[in-house]
């Protein structure tokens, strides 16, 4: 048995979600991947801040604690989506450009377990402008560092 195949070796997923279809469709191929294996799935919702020399410092604090209150929305969104279905989870929250921090935590979990098997999954945007000016999907297929699934 060679490495790729041990038993030992975790899977971890990274699955890119902001509650959207599909990213809730995203987060049910996760739980279908990591069935009978062991492992767990990182569910990442990444703020995406406007230009922090745009915004005045009150309303910075503002933005801030509005991506607090949709994080927490969110996090109980995935645990009413996976429970009874799948409880090795955990759910994390970042500001930031989403391919970037999504490649971040990755890369994290990458280094704090090498040998596991790691990757990102995000939901596909049939919307026309993602299409043309680009979708996360689109970026990570070009710069991610693991195997990525993206879910249609």
Request: glycine content about 6%; aromatic content about 4%; proline content about 5%.
């Amino acid at each position: 048995m060679n490495a790729a195949t041990s038993p030992e070796l975790k899977l971890h997923l990274v699955v890119g979600y902001d509650g959207s279809p599909p990213a809730v469709r995203a987060l049910d191929a996760a739980v279908r991947l990591l069935s009978g294996r062991d492992g767990q799935i990182v569910v990442l919702y990444v703020a995406h801040v406007p230009a922090e020399d745009a915004l005045s410092a009150d309303a910075f604090v503002q933005v801030e604690l509005s991506f607090d209150e949709v994080a927490k929305e969110l996090r109980a969104q995935a645990d009413e989506q996976l429970r009874g279905r799948e409880e090795r989870w955990e759910f994390e929250w970042r500001q930031g450009l989403i391919t970037d921090e999504l490649i971040s935590v990755a890369t994290r979990i990458g280094e704090a377990h090498p040998g596991d098997n790691v990757a990102i999954v995000v939901g596909s945007s049939s919307h026309a402008m993602h299409r043309v000016v680009g979708s996360v999907a689109v970026s990570l297929s070009r710069h991610a560092p693991v195997p990525l699934v993206i879910v249609p």
